[in-house]
């Protein structure tokens, strides 16, 4: 039921379309590190598939940084390891890895020129001055800060600093490029512009990257796949649709958009072998939902389902009829209209809630708060996971 | 060996942090190991302190623990507080003015105060003394100049860490006292002060230290009713070398660590260094 | 004692201006700085500004008299005694800085970089030497340094030397004891203007292929220049007029322009002299101090 | 008087004195303060300056009010003070014992203040390097004791007499130091150590590795009861150094000051501090035992033997001295 | 044809019915504010009405928080008067004026508690301790931290901080409550949640607010009006609705909400007097546009269109039919999918890309990248904009 909305073909044979040679890769096993009290990665294994942009998503101290501190080398694991490209790399500095960070504040060199500090990589690996000025040029060229060599970091702004913090990165060609919140410091409309700069330089380059990000629209929209970690471990790993789709549990599913999470009671398993069906309050059909992670629960067992606002529809006197589906009819406690999207909230019954997010509402109208509305839910999109 | 050997070797990770201990040792030796000396000096029973040494013994402590030295460590500790208690109002008042003025004006007048520290103490003193003769005011030798001449180079100290923590204070927060209702002076009292207290400290700390210390610019300015200690000790060394000397120096230094322990409950002496200058 | 860390070391280059320190809020007090100006002005400005003054003037006993003459300077420049002594100051100062600089960095670079629990026993170490006065830390090298000290007792018994060597009363003695002075002053600036370079700076550069060495001598050095410069102006002006050590260390054999100062002001009652002198340490100092920071300017303005 | 105004709070006269500090203090408490207090009933308040010059330097940098009212110096100080009118003066009518001093030492104060002591540049040596009590300042050059001498800094004045007499060794003399600064150059290079301060060359004599060098009597008479050194005057002959007392023009005590230099000038006084800290009076005639009288400058004849050096000269070259030496010993 | 999708009563009548006199208001007549070189408020007039909640909306620098700060009384304008419920407030110092600022960081007093901090304006006010100490205990239930008021606001989440903040502010009862930027430093989440709260706890108490923010939809879902700024100066000042959907330029449009700003040729005026018809490239027929702010173009002159991406429809070969409206024919360019709405680029003609927002792409399907796709401009959703 995915639809094929992805723009990628499959990420390693993208790599060897880019003519890279597609032997590379990241390869965490085991790995755990701690600091003083608190453990901030456990115990981690991940597989990075060469050419593959991965996203690891997760909120505020979850290890994200860690884990790629560990893989640059910045940080030593206590145990575990890593392999770049087949090799073991766990004890090694960072100047002997092959990777290339992009860092959330940028970290240019202020005292060094744009063209210098893109050229610093270069000149470590003691290339030639005339085939550095070359590649330079090239790298900011494909950044679109071509001509800018001369300049000052501070000269530039926010995005173009993060733009040659990105040509210096590539321009050693690294076998893993990678990027701590690189988009953070940014304001929505450059943040927007720049994720699908990064991801189509990847793409062309395709070089393997790990994307560290606590904003789920980013990970969604940029990543191949996306490692959804908690409290130093990857919950979840799965391509976007599958992330936002089938969640595993609830914390993934609550991370990863809006959503509503419900609870319900098992009345039965599915017609299908991975469904069930669940009684909402309020509701005079059980609901039948996908069962996601675990076997089908027990019939009487409460059940959480998830129903994310967008699946859902809301029917007025007035409207349209809905798509099938089990209809609930409750009261309007609550219109936030953001323009493009209006949120509404139905109270359905003292323990439940519906968000429904209406689009345009502008053309579609919404009600007014304390009116009647019903909701429909669409057969097919509810997800039952384990509570 | 060629400088390619010498700095594959640097590369590699254990010789470079090797290097860097010794290096570190050897400097942390060449700081504590006069110290220590003085100490040890004071409680071995050698006028010529010899190795390995012959043993231990108080015997010059009995001589330290007198009027002689007594007096003139009060009076130390008389200038070095009077003197800091001048440096703490004064630079305190400036470091405000200075964390939160801008411009140009703000550069010079902080260059200004903490120009004392660039010139040789020595010159400053014969300098005041010059002074105080041309205008016929000598009787000012003594405790009255050594206060203000001291407090001269512990308005820097103050101005330093007092400015570290005016950093710390957000000037967002006087604005939100002034919004709720306060004074300028009451937002600045409930508001700012608090918050300034540990640089407060600390600087008059600092102030009173280099003030008990002081050599250069006493040199030309005690008084034969104020000898401070430091000067004293000098002189003492011109007649005589004895480690009653080193038993002194301990009782003054054990003072200012019970001084700076006792302060350091309430602030972290170390902040000064943290931040950018005042 | 003297010193502080008070010349301001490296800003960070590429931070903006805080609204507060934006123009636009005036300071609630801006008079508030007035008292220490005035303080400053009679115990240091005027005093001073009369000094240079007098030392073009002619002494008469204890009485300043007219008119207006070089002769002062004539007779010190003239002297070739004197001039060797400047010069030997000048050296000696510019060596305790390189010192001060060069062992400060190290100590700063592993307090401010270093996760070790070790660095709260450096710091202690670095702060203790400001608890004791100069005369009091020159005794411990006395110690130390005389014929039968420990120093002379380890060279003997590792055999490097057959008889002691005389320590006391070399201008070795005197660096080191100035050095040692002035020492956790280098630190605290090297300290600070470390901590105003961005630790991911460092890690970018390992991170592009540049080892520890590389790293610091591309990256840390050049950013911390303007705070070295600092420390080093600090250190070499403090030495220029350091008394107590080159006096006790010196043991009388070791002339700087500041035991001078004292014998022309005491000893041989030339207070003319004397203020010559002064100027003198006051134009080397002034003279070094702003032709190192215009160097640092330079090379901060370089980076835009 | 107002410098002097923590101390002379009610209770009877005070006498601020300023002098050297150490075993010289000790003495003058018990030997001159004491009995004068007794004699008087003016209390003696004693501080420890620094050397004479430095005494100097304070009464001539506050304009002959330095505070305290008589100054223990030296002959140097007064000449200087006598031209800088800010000693008082000091004759036979304020100071009626000055009229004992005989002529030499009378034209040395400069009628700015008072002899009270004659010190004499003594050689100190090893009684166990020398078999014999040396004879000349020659065995300081000797390959024998070279390594032991000690070489003073002329900023003290025993610097000032050791170069004049190595200065009359080899035909110089205050007009002609130049072989004087040779000798110092040459024995420079094998010296023990090149002190400021006489109390520097204690620890060689305490631990015996000095062998011979210049010193005064005064502390060389200490020593030589406490360590294994004795001392003796040269047949070349030697410079004595004048003890002086003058009182700043300023003093706020000025008649106890007279009263109390009269009282240090009188002949029991005299004898008594001579034979306590071991210098010469400066009343000659004086009854001394003879062991007494063998080391110190007790008779005129003694006193006449004995070089003064002119103040006049010392001062004007004290800087160039200084220098001299410093490139000497470089 | 604004739907009626406002909660809000008449700001003014809610003033009242909250109980307040309903007198307050902010006044500003020709502000104007230069710092140096730059000109930060420019010849602004305002009025805020008593009871409302107005929202500051802008770029960053355009003045917004200079404003504020003028109203607030920490900066004096250069020229021009503040009136704060009629009175004269310009040259008075910050601690005379009835107002009450939440500030971005919080500006918590740090050597205080939270029953310190809040208690603060009333201490200053020289209230009884008893009547302070109930008056804060009020404010902290209000903003949900009841029995707080021992612990330091270092302990507290931002989110905790920055209620403590809205609990100073409003014990005092201030006669104007400003907020700059009260959300900013907040995750998405949390900024979700604080916005209602903030909204409903004003019009509880029914305080005239100025509400400064670069944040779009804060501004909104928060605002009874908004004025949008630009270098100093409103460019327009409204309802959110009528911001939205009739900005009076391209400026305001691009400001506020995605858009697609497309520029056509106008063929005449239309049926309506405000209309007119707009020929794009690529299109058969002709667009109608409602015309905002000035009177309708010349035929043959180039027109801006702003076009929303949300209000456009997909169709593709195998989607049900779209709602009347002009259809243009194009190929897919891109597709971003963010999970509960998927933006795809169309490419009409070399000239004209469009934007389309597909809400719950996973439902609808999207169209893959390449492939054809037809996108209908419904009737009525077109404005023309001034260019
Ligand atoms: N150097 C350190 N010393 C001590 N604890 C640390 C250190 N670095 C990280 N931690 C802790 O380890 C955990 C994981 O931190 P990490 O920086 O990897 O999180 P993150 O996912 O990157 O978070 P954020 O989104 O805030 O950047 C946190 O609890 C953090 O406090
Ligand atoms: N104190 C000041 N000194 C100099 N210029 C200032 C000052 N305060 C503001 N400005 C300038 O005035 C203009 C408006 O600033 P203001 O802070 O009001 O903008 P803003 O809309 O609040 O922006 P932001 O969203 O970034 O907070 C800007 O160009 C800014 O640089
Ligand atoms: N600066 C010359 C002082 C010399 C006097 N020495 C006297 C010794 C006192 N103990
Ligand atoms: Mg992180
Ligand atoms: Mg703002």
């Known amino acids: 039921m995915i639809a094929p909305t992805r723009t990628s073909a499959e990420p390693s044979a993208r790599a060897s379309e880019a003519g890279t040679s597609g032997g590379f890769g990241v390869v965490l096993r085991g790995i755990r590190k701690q600091f003083r009290a608190a453990v901030a990665v456990d115990d981690l294994d991940l597989d990075v598939r060469p050419g593959e942009f991965l996203t690891l998503l997760g909120p505020s101290g979850c290890g994200k940084t860690t884990t790629l501190n560990m893989i640059a080398g910045f940080l030593t694991p206590d145990r575990g390891r890593i392999l770049l490209d087949g090799q073991d790399v766990s004890r090694q500095p960072p100047d002997r890895r092959d990777t290339a960070m992009v860092f959330q504040q940028y970290a240019l060199f202020p005292h060094l020129t744009v063209g210098q500090n893109v050229g610093y990589g270069l000149r470590m690996r003691r290339r030639r001055p005339e085939e550095i000025r070359t590649l330079v040029a090239d790298a900011l060229q494909r950044v679109g800060l071509a001509g800018r060599e001369g300049d000052a970091p501070g000269q530039l702004s926010g995005g173009q600093q993060q733009r040659v913090a990105l040509a210096r990165a590539i321009v050693v060609r690294p076998k893993v490029l990678l990027f701590d919140e690189p988009l953070s410091n940014l304001d929505l409309k450059l943040r927007e512009q720049l994720r699908l700069e990064i991801k189509h330089l990847q793409r062309e380059l395709g070089i393997t990257s790990v994307f560290v990000t606590h904003d789920q629209t980013e990970a969604l929209v ?166 | 060996m060629n400088t390619r050997v010498l700095r594959a070797a640097l590369r590699h990770r254990g010789t470079w942090i090797i290097l860097r201990g010794v290096l570190l040792v050897l400097i942390l030796a060449f700081i504590a190991v006069p110290m220590l000396m003085v100490v040890w000096t004071s409680i071995q029973p050698d006028t010529y302190p010899a190795f390995p040494p012959s043993g231990l013994s108080l015997r010059w402590w009995s ?216 | 004692m003297t010193a502080s860390t008070a010349i301001s070391p490296a800003r960070s280059p590429s931070r903006p201006p805080t609204t507060a320190t934006r123009p636009g809020f005036r300071p609630a007090f801006p008079w508030l700085a007035l008292p220490a100006t005035v303080w400053v002005l009679a115990t240091f400005a005027i005093p001073t500004a009369i000094l240079l003054a007098s030392s073009v003037l002619t002494y008469d006993g204890a009485t300043l008299t007219g008119p207006l003459t070089a002769a002062n300077y004539a007779e010190l420049f003239g002297n070739g005694y004197f001039r060797s002594v400047l010069w030997e100051t000048v050296w000696m100062s510019g060596t305790v800085g390189c010192v001060c600089m060069t062992a400060g960095l190290s100590v700063a670079h592993f307090l401010v970089r270093s996760a070790s629990r070790l660095r709260t026993l450096v710091l202690l170490i670095v702060i203790s030497p400001l608890v004791s006065s100069v005369v009091v830390r020159t005794y411990g090298w006395l110690v130390l340094l005389q014929d039968d000290g420990l120093v002379n007792k380890a060279l003997l018994a590792a055999g490097l030397i057959d008889s002691p060597v005389p320590l006391i009363g070399s201008r070795f003695a005197v660096i080191l ?73 010196g043991g009388g054999r070791v002339q700087t322009l500041a035991t001078l100062v004292r014998d022309r002001m005491v000893v041989s009652l030339e207070w003319g002299q004397a203020a010559a002198i002064s100027v003198v340490i006051l134009a080397v100092g002034a003279v070094t101090v702003s032709a190192l920071l215009v160097i640092g300017r330079r090379s901060r303005g370089r980076r835009g | 008087a107002c410098t002097s105004t923590s101390v002379d709070d009610g209770e009877g006269d005070v006498l601020l004195v300023e002098g050297y500090g150490a075993e010289y203090q000790q003495l003058f408490e018990e030997t001159i303060a004491k009995p004068f207090t007794e004699k008087t009933g003016i209390r003696i308040q004693y501080t420890a300056g620094g050397s004479a010059s430095e005494q100097y330097a304070a009464i001539r940098a506050s304009k002959g009010n330095p505070g305290f009212d008589v100054a223990v110096m030296t002959s140097m100080e007064l000449y200087q003070g006598g031209i800088d009118k800010l000693l008082a003066e000091v004759t036979p009518e304020q100071v009626p014992n000055l009229a004992n001093l005989p002529p030499k030492l009378r034209e040395h104060t400069y009628r700015a203040g008072a002899i009270q002591e004659v010190q004499q540049v003594v050689l100190m040596y090893d009684r166990k390097a020398f078999a014999q009590p040396p004879t000349s300042w020659n065995v300081m050059w000797e390959p024998r004791y070279r390594s032991g001498t000690l070489v003073f800094n002329p900023a003290n004045v025993l610097g000032v007499y050791a170069m004049l007499n190595a200065a009359e060794l080899d035909g110089g003399g205050i007009d002609d ?12 290079k094998h010296a023990l150590a090149t002190p400021q301060a006489s109390a520097e060359a204690v620890p060689f004599m305490q631990k015996g590795t000095a062998t011979a060098f210049p010193y005064f009597d005064g502390r060389a008479a200490i020593y030589a009861r406490t360590t294994n050194y004795d001392y003796t005057v040269p047949r070349e002959g030697t410079y004595a150094l004048l003890g002086a007392l003058g009182i700043p023009v300023g003093a706020a005590h000025k008649e106890a000051a007279y009263s109390f230099v009269d009282y240090w000038l009188s002949a029991d006084v005299q004898r008594r501090w001579a034979l306590a800290y071991n210098v010469g009076p400066a009343i000659t005639g004086l009854d001394f035992p003879a062991e007494f009288a063998a080391k110190h400058i007790t008779t005129p004849e003694q006193l006449e033997r004995t070089r003064i050096a002119d103040a006049a000269k010392v001062m004007r070259n004290r800087t160039a001295w200084g220098q001299q030496w410093a490139e000497a010993v470089r």
């Open chain 3, 177 to 249: 004891g100035l050095a040692h002075v002035l020492l956790p002053f280098a630190v605290f600036t090297a300290m600070s203007s470390l901590q105003s370079v961005d630790p991911r700076l460092e890690l970018a550069s390992r991170d592009l292929g540049a080892g520890p060495v590389t790293t610091f001598h591309r990256i840390t050095l050049p950013l911390i220049r303007p705070g070295l410069i600092a420390g080093f102006t600090l250190t070499f002006a403090i030495s220029l007029g350091a008394y107590a050590s080159a006096a006790v260390l």
């Open chain 4, 177 to 188: 130091t130049a072989p004087g600064f040779s000798r110092i150059a040459e024995l420079a």
């Open chain 1, 222 to 387: 940029m990543s191949d796949r996306i490692a959804v970690m908690r409290a130093g471990r990857i919950e979840q790993l799965g391509a976007p649709e599958q992330i936002y789709h089938d969640p595993v549990n609830s914390f993934v599913a609550g991370f990863v958009g809006q959503s509503n999470l419900v609870t319900g009671t098992c009345t039965g398993a599915g017609p299908e072998p991975t469904e069930c069906t669940v009684r909402l309050p309020g509701a005079a059909h059980p609901v039948r939902a996908r069962v996601v992670g675990a076997g089908p629960p027990e019939p009487g067992a409460s059940v959480q389902l998830l129903l994310r606002p967008e699946a859902l529809r809301l029917v007025g006197p007035t409207d349209p009829p809905a798509p099938a589906g089990v209809t609930l009819d409750g009261r309007v406690t609550e219109v936030v209209n953001e323009g493009s999207v209006a949120t509404v909230v139905v109270r359905v019954a003292e323990s439940l809630r519906l968000r429904v997010a209406v689009p345009d509402p502008a053309s579609r109208g919404i009600p007014a708060p304390g009116g009647e509305a019903s909701v429909v839910i669409p057969s097919g999109i509810a997800r039952a996971l384990p509570s």
């Open chain 2, 63 to 278: 001589a330290a623990l007198t009027r002689e030295w007594l007096l003139p460590m009060a009076l130390s500790a008389q200038v070095a507080l009077g003197s800091a208690v001048c440096a703490l109002v004064l630079g305190s008042a400036a470091a405000y003015t200075l964390a939160r003025g801008a411009g140009r004006g703000r550069r010079f007048l902080e260059g200004f105060l903490a120009a004392p520290l660039l010139l040789p103490e020595i010159v400053i003193s014969l300098a005041v003394v010059q002074l105080v003769s041309v205008l016929d005011a000598r009787r000012l030798i003594g405790p009255v100049l050594l206060v203000a001449t001291h407090a001269l180079i512990g308005i820097p100290f103050v101005l330093r860490t007092v400015g570290v923590s005016l950093l710390g204070v957000n000037p967002v927060w006087e604005r939100a006292a002034r919004d709720l209702g306060a004074s300028a002076w009451r937002a600045f009292y409930t508001v700012t002060l608090p918050l300034m207290r540990s640089g407060m400290f600390a600087g008059a700390l600092f102030a009173f230290i280099v003030s008990f210390n002081n050599v250069e610019l006493s040199l030309f300015l005690t008084s034969r009713d104020a000898n401070t200690l430091p000067i004293r000790l000098l002189q003492y060394m011109e007649y005589q070398y004895s480690p009653t000397l080193a038993c002194v120096a301990v009782t003054s230094v054990v003072g200012i660590c019970a001084i700076a322990g006792a302060a350091s409950r309430f602030v972290r002496l170390t902040d000064f260094i943290h931040g950018e200058s005042t």
